[in-house]
C-alpha cells in the first residue's frame, strides 16, 4: 500500500511538472497583446484573395519560395511585414486571414487585408473581387459577432477584450496606383493630388471611426512608401526627364496622403476617447538604411506585365540585397525591416507619436 502511494505520488508530481511545463512553453509564446486585427491591402494580405474571382493573387510559386509554408498568398517570397510586426509582439504564429480563421484562433485577432483594396470602394476593382476597406470592416462585424459569442455574450467583456488589441491599417496605396494614377478611373480628373489626399484621407477617418465604435482603442496607421519608385511605375512612366518627373509627380502624391494620415492620427488622438493613434513612417524608414542600400532598379522575380511575379519563373539567388521582390512588392529583407521598426523605432522620425511596442503598453 504504502510503495503504491508512493509510486502514485510520484506520478503526480511528474504529471505536474510536465503540465508546468507546459504552461512554460504556452508562455514563451505569450503576445503583449491578446489580438492583432489587420485591415489593408497587399503589404499585408496573408491570403484573403486565394478563392476570389481575381487576378490579384501571388498562392503560386515563386511567391513564398522561402516561407516556411510555401506559397500562402503573401506578396512576398517569405513573410510580409505584418508576419513580422506579430513575431515582434510574441505571437508564436502569424495572425489568420479571414477567408479561413475559424475557432478559438479568431481570438487572436484576424487580418482581413486584400490585395489592390482601397479605402475607397472601386480601387482595385480592375482586378475582380477584391476586399475594399468598406467590406473589410463588415467581415470585422462578422468576428465581433463571433468573438461575442466565445466570450460568453458578455458585451462588457468584449468591449475591455478588444481595447487591448493592436488594429494595424496600411491601406491607400492603391487609390494612387490601382485608382488615381491608372488611366483606367477618373478621379485624376476630379481632384487635384491635394484634393485627393484629402477626400481619401477623409473617408479613411470614417472608417477608422466605425471600428472605434465597435470596441477599437488602439490603432497603427501605416503611411505610404514612395509608390513612384516601385518598378511597374517607373516603367509605366517611361525613361528619361519626362519619366522622372512623372515618378516625382506620384511620389509628392503618396507623401501629401501621409501628411494627412499624420494630422488624421492628431485629430483622432483628440476628438476619441480612450483611443490612441500611431503613425508608422514607412517613407522615412524606406529611404534609410539598410532598405536604402538595396538593389532597387530591377525586381527580383521574373516579371509578367511589370506586375506579378511569372508562375514558376527565374529569382535572383541573392534575395536578402533585393529591394522589391516583384514589380510592386518588396522582398522578406524588407518586408522584416518595416515590421521591426514599427514595433520598435530605431530612429525618431519612423513613428509618431511613438512606436508600436508603446502602443501595446498603453
Ligand atoms: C455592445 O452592445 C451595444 C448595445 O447592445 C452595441 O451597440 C455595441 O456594438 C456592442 N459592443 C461590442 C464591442 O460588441
Ligand atoms: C475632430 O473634431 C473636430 C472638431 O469637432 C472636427 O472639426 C474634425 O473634423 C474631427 N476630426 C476627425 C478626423 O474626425
Ligand atoms: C474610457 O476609459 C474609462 C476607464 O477605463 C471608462 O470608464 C470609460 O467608459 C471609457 N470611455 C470610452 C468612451 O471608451
Ligand atoms: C517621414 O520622415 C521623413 C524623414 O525621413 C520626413 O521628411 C517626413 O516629413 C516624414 N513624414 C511625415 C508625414 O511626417
Redesign the pocket.
Known amino acids: 500500500m504504502a510503495s503504491q502511494l508512493k509510486s502514485l505520488s510520484w506520478m503526480l508530481l511528474i504529471f505536474l511538472l510536465l503540465s508546468n511545463l507546459k504552461q512554460h512553453c504556452n508562455a514563451v509564446g505569450n503576445p503583449q497583446v491578446p489580438c492583432l486585427f489587420v485591415f489593408g491591402e497587399s503589404l499585408s494580405d496573408v491570403g484573403n484573395n486565394n478563392d476570389r474571382l481575381t487576378l490579384s493573387k501571388a498562392n503560386y510559386l515563386p511567391y513564398g519560395v522561402d516561407f516556411p509554408k510555401g506559397p500562402t498568398g503573401r506578396f512576398s517570397n517569405g513573410r510580409n511585414m505584418i508576419d513580422v510586426l506579430a513575431q515582434n509582439l510574441g505571437f508564436d504564429e502569424s495572425i489568420s486571414p479571414f477567408a479561413t480563421a475559424r475557432g478559438e484562433e479568431i481570438l487572436r485577432g484576424v487580418n482581413y487585408a486584400s490585395s489592390s483594396a482601397g479605402i475607397r470602394s472601386e480601387t482595385g476593382k480592375i482586378y475582380g473581387d477584391i476586399i475594399s476597406m468598406d467590406m473589410q470592416l463588415e467581415n470585422y462585424q462578422i468576428t465581433l459577432s463571433q468573438i461575442n459569442k466565445m466570450l460568453g455574450n458578455r458585451n462588457t467583456s468584449t468591449t475591455e477584450y478588444l481595447s487591448k488589441c493592436i488594429y494595424s491599417v496600411a491601406i491607400g496605396a492603391n487609390d494612387y496606383i490601382d485608382n488615381y494614377f491608372s488611366p483606367v478611373y477618373t478621379t485624376s480628373l476630379i481632384y487635384n493630388p491635394q484634393q485627393y489626399a484629402v477626400v481619401l484621407n477623409q473617408q479613411l477617418s470614417q472608417q477608422l471611426q466605425t471600428l472605434y465604435k465597435s470596441g477599437a482603442r488602439k490603432f497603427a496607421l501605416i ?1 505610404l512608401t514612395a509608390l513612384g519608385n516601385i518598378p511597374f511605375e517607373r516603367s509605366a512612366c517611361g525613361s528619361g526627364s519626362s519619366g522622372s518627373a512623372c515618378v516625382d509627380k506620384i511620389n509628392n502624391a503618396a ?1 501629401l496622403f ?2 494627412g ?2 494630422s488624421t492620427v492628431d485629430q483622432l488622438n483628440s476628438n476619441l476617447t480612450n483611443a490612441t493613434f500611431i ?1 508608422i ?1 514607412a ?3 524606406e ?2 538604411p539598410p532598405i536604402a542600400s538595396k538593389v532597387a532598379d530591377v525586381s527580383c522575380c521574373e516579371l509578367l506585365l511589370n506586375l506579378v511575379c511569372i508562375p514558376f519563373g527565374k529569382i535572383c539567388s541573392n534575395r536578402n540585397d533585393y529591394k522589391y521582390w516583384d514589380g510592386i512588392h518588396p522582398t522578406d529583407a524588407v518586408h522584416a525591416v518595416y515590421g521591426e521598426r514599427a514595433y520598435k523605432a530605431q ?1 525618431p ?2 513613428a ?1 507619436p511613438f512606436d508600436v511596442n508603446r502602443l501595446a503598453q498603453v
Open positions: 503611411g507623401q501621409n501628411y494620415l499624420k503613425f513612417n517613407s522615412a524608414i529611404s534609410s530612429s522620425t519612423d509618431y
